[in-house]
């Protein structure tokens, strides 16, 4: 979850950053109908020519609308540089039309309305005045020719006075001179009459409401959701590879079997018998797969696979489902480090193991009774004697408390710790708790192959919900003093014990 927040608090400062790193832009479009003029490269030639010459001529037609001479102009006139920095200028032609579509992209939404506005007048203006000095130079020329034509009629014409033979030199150079004229004097006429008009602006650009690009907010929640999509990735992905233990593995493990998968039992509320009901149904398959399995009379160990978590509510919950079963069962507190079953029972703390170990006192001395349990508690200086965990008396301690229960219920340290080495030696069999989302495979793999180097008999294995954290007992815990190392609340089922325990047994409580 946190490296899914991470991504997605990174997603969201991209799409920031990349927003902010974008000047803003619009664009204003504008659209110009053009006309054939003399002198530009759409002429009255072109523009009755086939297809392949008018696409030509209509390109190099809009080449002509960002040249200097266009662009100088515009320049003097709007008092700035255009295209200026920022800003940029796009032309097109539809094809098979006498249509430019100019396109100008600037820093504001008036600066791209002036822009466009400003290149399609400019360049309209330019082809007028391209188209005037044409037809002035062509007219000039022609003036020039005809006043030329003039002088050399006056001169044959004199000629031809001179002579009565109408079919002489100088006649027939009268007719040549006199044809020329004329034929000047019509394109002369022509020239005068070739209209001058550019064409026209047919979509006046309009002021751009909106800037270029997609909206800045959609670009962050984009990048939001493709940094929570990445995390998601990064998360399943590094879970896999983390091979821990889901809720939807099989009923196997590391090749034992999974007799039950537990649930936390929730807080008691009005009208929740069958809840409850449903929440130690898991208990009641755990008691099936320990009765199959372990012989009775005999002990069986409960430890936790992961180093730092408790055992004691699975086995005490055990312990009491065995009872209800009518079996004489008997609850041993034998991690030195938990306090859990005195917690989970209800019990005040007093002697119980580490005194019979450490200090020899009677067995029978310091048992106590609890829900139909016998219960021999983990005693006053548990860690302190937690070296004898390992010696011959333990042995003897469960061995002695088998002699009158059908089943003895360890609940010892995990799997890890020599403490839990200790109990599993101790006991005929061992039942191994795996803690959802936290248990490996690899940790299952290794447990198993421990207790086989130990000699130890595993049976099968529950697969317990994740627990939170809290602080360990030490030999102080009882007089009131705070110890200091940190260790899971005990797995499978919450410290409302007394909930637990009018599901297995309604009387109790």
């Known amino acids: 979850m946190l490296l899914l927040l991470v991504m997605l608090v990174i997603?969201?400062?991209?799409?920031?950053?990349?927003?902010?790193?974008?000047?803003?832009?619009?664009?204003?479009?504008?659209a110009i109908l053009i006309k054939p003029l003399p002198g530009n490269p759409l002429s009255q030639d072109t523009a009755t020519s086939n297809g392949a010459q008018l696409t030509v001529a209509m390109a190099t037609e809009s080449g002509l609308v960002d040249i200097p001479a266009v662009t100088t102009q515009l320049s003097k006139q709007l008092g700035r540089t255009?295209?200026?920095?920022?800003?940029?200028?796009?032309?097109?032609?539809?094809?098979?039309?006498?249509?430019?579509?100019?396109?100008?992209?600037?820093?504001?939404?008036?600066?791209?309305?002036?822009?466009?506005q400003g290149f399609a007048d400019t360049y309209l203006k330019y082809r007028?005045?391209?188209?005037?000095?044409?037809q002035k130079t062509e007219i000039d020329s022609l003036k020039k020719q005809i006043d030329a034509a003039q002088a050399d009629l006056k001169t044959a014409s004199s000629e031809a006075v001179k002579s009565t033979d109408t079919r002489s030199y100088a006649s027939q150079q009268v007719q040549l001179y006199a044809d020329r004229l004329a034929s000047l004097n019509d394109d002369l006429s022509g020239a005068q009459a070739v209209a001058s008009d550019p064409g026209s602006v047919i979509t006046e650009p309009s002021?751009?409401?909106n800037r270029d690009g997609l909206n800045p907010w959609l670009i962050i929640l984009v990048t939001t959701l493709l940094g929570g999509l990445m995390g998601a990735v990064l998360a399943v992905t590094r879970e896999r590879r983390r091979d821990l233990v889901r809720a939807e593995d099989g009923p196997e493990m590391a090749g034992i079997p999974v007799f039950a998968r537990l649930r936390r039992q929730p807080r008691r509320r009005h009208g929740s018998e069958a809840k409850e009901e449903q929440e130690f149904e898991a208990y009641r398959r755990l008691r099936a797969g320990v009765v199959a399995n372990a012989q009775a009379p005999g002990s069986l160990a409960v430890t936790c696979v992961s180093?730092?978590?408790?055992?004691?509510?699975?086995?005490?919950?055990?312990?009491?489902?065995?009872?209800?079963?009518?079996?004489?069962?008997?609850?041993?507190?034998?991690?030195?480090?938990?306090?859990?079953?005195?917690?989970?029972?209800?019990?005040?703390?007093?002697?119980?193991?580490?005194?019979?170990?450490?200090?020899?006192?009677?067995?029978?001395?310091?048992?106590?009774?609890?829900?139909?349990?016998?219960?021999?508690?983990?005693?006053?200086?548990?860690?302190?004697?937690?070296?004898?965990?390992?010696?011959?008396?333990?042995?003897?301690?469960i061995e002695e408390l088998t002699t009158g229960h059908d089943y003895v219920i360890v609940s010892s340290a995990s799997a890890s710790s020599a403490d839990g080495d200790a109990a599993a030696t101790a006991c005929d069999n061992t039942l191994m708790i795996v803690t959802e989302g936290r248990t490996t495979h690899g940790q299952v793999s290794n447990a198993l192959g421990r207790f086989d180097r130990l000699g130890a008999s595993v049976i099968g294995a529950a697969v317990a919900p994740a627990a939170p954290r809290r602080r360990r007992r030490s030999d102080s815990?009882?007089?009131?003093?705070?110890?200091?190392?940190?260790?899971?609340e005990p797995t499978g089922l919450s410290a409302e014990a007394r909930v637990t325990a009018r599901a297995v047994d309604p009387t109790a409580g």
């Open 82 to 116: 255009v295209p200026g920095p920022g800003e940029q200028l796009n032309v097109k032609v539809p094809t098979g039309a006498q249509i430019i579509q100019i396109e100008f992209t600037s820093t504001t939404a008036d600066r791209a309305r002036e822009g466009a």
């Open 477 to 488: 815990h009882h007089s009131g003093e705070a110890g200091d190392t940190v260790v899971a």
């Open 307 to 397: 180093a730092d978590e408790s055992a004691a509510t699975v086995a005490s919950q055990l312990a009491l489902a065995l009872r209800k079963s009518d079996f004489q069962v008997a609850l041993v507190a034998a991690d030195p480090g938990d306090d859990a079953i005195e917690r989970e029972l209800g019990i005040p703390a007093g002697p119980g193991l580490s005194d019979v170990l450490g200090d020899d006192a009677p067995i029978g001395a310091v048992l106590t009774q609890a829900r139909g349990l016998t219960i021999l508690r983990g005693g006053l200086k548990p860690v302190s004697s937690r070296e004898l965990y390992a010696g011959p008396r333990l042995r003897t301690v």
């Open 128 to 134: 007028s005045e391209r188209a005037a000095t044409t």
């Open 207 to 209: 002021t751009p409401t």
């Open 11 to 30: 997603g969201a400062a991209a799409g920031v950053a990349y927003t902010g790193s974008q000047a803003a832009s619009y664009t204003a479009r504008s």
